[in-house]
């Protein structure tokens, strides 16, 4: 039942005209700062080959590629996320999916998968941008590696954020808006509090900067998942809570 809701959610974005010219503005952002690096590069090369250990173009341009990439999905998944539940509420349609003989469970998970899978033609894109350089240079694989999973997990994230926020509300714009608070709220977290303070440990985007560096850290995956179960359970709470009220 989760695939098939799953696949009913992904017909609705592949034929939203919205989702498409959100996908279209990552892939321009993400490749003006590909190739804006790439010229970076290009231009350091005398300097980097007097350096004993140069940055290669992993460190160039991967790294920076997908930290905006980061930035660019936290302002982009609350505009695909809002619609997954609210604008069902506010079509009177949610009243009918939680009362279909289908578990919540099955709904919020389905829901979540649908635009994991849409939102991985991002994850695609930065995976294709990357191995082009193989073309005049070598990779750090690892490099690459460890950024794919911190990119994944993080987008997992702000889809999970999303649908929460969407539960909330029966407006979409409105959900929009809070989730992208929320998201801004983290960034702002990373920005202006002290390196040393333990508030950065609720930070998604320093978890994510340990990957973005090439360090799988085992504590920010829990946080990740963590993350990522308590707001699937309280969105299914949520609808139950809606369910029981019916």
Request: glycine fraction near 6%.
């Amino acid at each position: 039942m989760i695939v098939t809701i799953a696949l009913k959610e992904l017909r609705v974005l592949f034929f939203s005209p919205m989702a498409w010219i959100l996908l279209a503005v990552m892939h321009l952002i993400l490749t003006w700062v590909f190739l804006g690096r790439l010229d970076v590069f290009l231009e350091l090369q005398p300097q980097l080959l007097q350096i004993a250990n140069p940055p290669g173009i992993t460190e160039v341009i991967i790294m920076p590629v997908f930290a905006m990439a980061a930035i660019a999905l936290l302002v982009i998944t609350p505009i695909l996320t809002m619609r997954s539940l609210a604008e069902e509420r506010r079509n009177h349609t949610l009243t009918l999916l939680i009362s279909a003989p289908i578990t919540l469970t099955d709904i919020v998970l389905g829901k979540f998968l649908s635009l994991m899978v849409f939102l991985m033609l991002v994850i695609g894109l930065l995976v294709v941008l990357s191995l082009s350089l193989l073309i005049g240079g070598s990779l750090d694989l690892g490099l690459l590696l460890s950024n794919v999973t911190g990119i994944f997990f993080l987008i997992t994230c702000y889809i999970a954020l999303g649908l929460y926020i969407s539960s909330l509300s029966a407006q979409p714009v409105v959900a929009a808006i809070g989730a992208l608070g929320i998201l801004l709220g983290f960034w702002v977290l990373d920005l202006v509090v002290d390196n040393n303070s333990w508030l950065l440990k609720f930070s998604l985007l320093k978890h994510f900067e340990q990957f973005n560096h090439g360090l799988i850290d085992t504590f920010s995956i829990a946080y990740f998942m963590l993350f990522v179960l308590l707001f699937l359970v309280l969105t299914i709470r949520r609808l139950d809570n809606e369910r029981i009220g019916m």
